[in-house]
């Protein structure tokens, strides 16, 4: 059974990996229909926004597993 990324809280490659290629799909398809400049400032500005979330999802997945992997 398929569970459903988690946002808020990240716990495995699963949940970033499947951001990430949402976020690709999404861009390419928004950026495919439209073709203005107005459209590919907020296209970059929502895959910065992602970029940001991932180094944070990272970080707190990485976080998370440290003490676990001292125990």
């Known amino acids: 059974m398929t569970r459903v990324p ?15 290629v949402s976020t690709i799909v999404i861009v390419a ?3 495919t229909i439209w073709h203005g400049t107005f459209v590919r400032l907020e ?21 998370r597993s440290t003490p676990e992997s001292t125990r």
């Open 6 to 20: 988690s946002l808020r809280q990240p716990t495995s490659f699963f949940d970033v990996f499947t951001v990430t």
């Open 29 to 31: 398809t928004v950026l």
């Open 43 to 63: 296209m970059g500005i929502f895959t910065a926004i992602v970029f940001g979330w991932v180094l944070w999802a990272i970080t707190r997945i990485l976080f």
